[in-house]
C-alpha cells in the first residue's frame, strides 16, 4: 500500500514536471517566433550578434532585408535537394540579409549545425570546403548532363553549361582552409 502510494506520488510529480517542460518549452518558441518577427522591424536591436554588423535604420528596408532573408534561406533549404541549384550561395545571401535585417535569424544560421560552418569559413577567409567543392562539381555534372541529355541542344544549354563551368572554376579557386603560418 505504501508503495503503490509513493509510486502515485512520483508518478505524478512526474506528469507535472513533464506537462511544466512543455508548456515552457511552447512559450520560448512563441517567444522565439515572436522576437525573430520584431528583430527586424523594432530598431532597438541595430547589431548583429556575431558579425558586429549594423543593421539598416529604415523600417523598410530592415522588412525588405528580412524578406530576403528568408526567401534565399527557403530557396537554399531546397537546394539541398535539387541538384544544380546551389544551396551556399542562397545561405550566403540569407546571412547577408539577415545581418542587416534580423539578428536571431543571423544568430540561427551561424549555430546552425549545417549552414554554421559555412557561414564562419566564409566569414574567416572565404574558405570553401572540398566537400562542399566536391558536391557543388557533381550537382553541376549531373544538371549539365540531364540537360544534354533531355532538353534541345540549342544556345540557352550551352549559356546554361558555361555560367556553371565559370561558377566551378571559381568555386575551385577559393581556399580550402586558412594558410598555415610558418
Known amino acids: 500500500m505504501l508503495a503503490k502510494a509513493v509510486f502515485q506520488s512520483i508518478h505524478l510529480a512526474l506528469i507535472h514536471r513533464i506537462r511544466e517542460q512543455v508548456e515552457s518549452s511552447h512559450r520560448r518558441s512563441h517567444i522565439l517566433i515572436r522576437f525573430h518577427f520584431e528583430s527586424f522591424v523594432n530598431p532597438s536591436m541595430q547589431t548583429a550578434p556575431m558579425t558586429g554588423k549594423t543593421q539598416s535604420s529604415s523600417k523598410i528596408a530592415r ?48 549555430n546552425h549545425r549545417l549552414f554554421g560552418p559555412i557561414l564562419f569559413n566564409w566569414r574567416n577567409g572565404k574558405i570553401i570546403a572540398r566537400r562542399a567543392k566536391v558536391s557543388a562539381t557533381v550537382s553541376m555534372l ?24 565559370m561558377g566551378n572554376l571559381w568555386i575551385w579557386s577559393r581556399p580550402e582552409r586558412l594558410p598555415q603560418p610558418t
Open 63 to 110: 522588412v525588405l532585408f528580412g524578406l530576403l532573408a528568408y526567401v534565399s534561406l527557403g530557396i537554399g533549404l531546397v537546394a539541398i535537394v535539387v541538384p544544380g541549384l546551389p544551396t551556399t550561395e542562397f545561405i550566403l545571401l540569407a546571412a547577408w540579409a539577415a545581418t542587416k535585417s534580423s539578428p536571431r535569424l543571423s544568430a540561427w544560421l551561424e
Open 142 to 165: 549531373l544538371c549539365a548532363g540531364l540537360m544534354l541529355v533531355m532538353l534541345d541542344h540549342g544556345w540557352p544549354i550551352y549559356l546554361a553549361i558555361a555560367g556553371m563551368s
